[in-house]
C-alpha cells in the first residue's frame, strides 16, 4: 500500500478518535449541566445518571475529566467563555454605570450559571475555585473609571471589586427564590434591583463615608 495512503489514513482515524472525544465530553457536560437545572445545586451531580445521560458508561467520565470537579470545572469554563463572549462590546466602553447595570440585567437567566457552578464547587470544598475570574482585567477598568471620573479616588478598588462581584455572584444564584419570596416575576425584580443599583454606583463619585482626606 502507498505509504501516503497509509499516513492518510492514520490521520483520519485520529481525527475521527479526537472529534468523537470533543463530541463525547461536550455531550457530558451538556447532561451535567442539565441535571444541575433540573435537580437543583445542592443535589450536587450524581456521575452514574451524567453517564447514563450521556449514554455513555460511567468510566468515560473519569478518563476525560478524571473527577467530578473537573467535570464541574470544565462546565464553568464553558460557560465563563460564553459569559465572556457575550459582554464584549465593539468600540468604545460604556461609561460605568451603565456599563454594570447593562450586564446586570444581561446575565441574570432561569438557567444553571457561571456563579452556581462556582458555588457548587466551594460546597464541593474545593478551595482552588477563583471567584473572580479577569480580576486584574476588572481592576484595571475601574482604574480607567476613576480616571473618567465615575468613582471617586478615594476609594478602595479592590474591595469594590470584591463588592460588585458578591452582589451579582450572590443575586444570581438565589435570583428565582427572591422573586418568589417578593411575589412578582424574576424580570421585573431585575429590573428593580438594578434601579438600586444604579443608584449606589453612582454615589461611587462622592469620597468614601467617614474616610477622612490624607
Do not use: C
Request: net charge positive.
Amino acid at each position: 500500500m502507498n505509504k501516503r495512503l497509509v499516513t492518510q489514513s492514520a490521520d483520519n482515524r485520529e481525527t475521527t478518535v479526537r472529534r468523537g472525544r470533543a463530541q463525547t465530553e461536550q455531550r457530558l457536560i451538556d447532561v451535567a449541566l442539565d441535571l444541575i437545572r433540573s435537580q437543583g445545586i445542592l443535589a450536587g451531580l450524581n456521575l452514574r445518571e451524567v453517564a447514563a445521560g450521556a449514554g455513555v458508561n460511567r468510566g468515560n467520565i473519569y478518563h476525560y475529566f478524571g473527577s467530578r470537579q473537573e467535570l464541574l470545572r470544565a462546565a464553568i469554563n464553558r460557560q465563563f467563555k460564553a459569559l465572556v463572549e457575550s459582554i464584549r462590546e465593539p468600540g468604545k466602553t460604556a461609561r460605568f454605570v451603565h456599563r454594570r447595570v447593562k450586564n446586570f440585567l444581561k446575565h441574570n437567566q432561569d438557567q444553571t450559571n457561571d456563579s452556581q457552578l462556582r458555588a457548587l464547587l466551594v460546597l464541593d470544598g474545593d478551595t482552588s475555585v477563583d471567584p473572580i475570574p479577569l480580576y486584574e482585567t476588572g481592576l484595571k477598568q475601574l482604574k480607567d473609571d476613576v480616571a473618567q471620573g465615575d468613582i471617586h479616588s478615594r476609594h478602595d478598588l479592590e474591595a469594590l471589586q470584591v463588592a460588585l462581584s458578591a452582589f451579582g455572584r450572590g443575586y444570581r444564584i438565589f435570583r428565582l427564590p427572591y422573586a418568589k419570596r417578593v411575589g412578582i416575576p424574576p424580570k421585573e425584580l431585575d429590573e428593580r434591583v438594578s434601579n438600586i443599583l444604579a443608584t449606589w454606583l453612582t454615589a461611587m463619585t462622592a469620597p468614601p463615608v467617614g474616610k477622612p482626606e490624607p
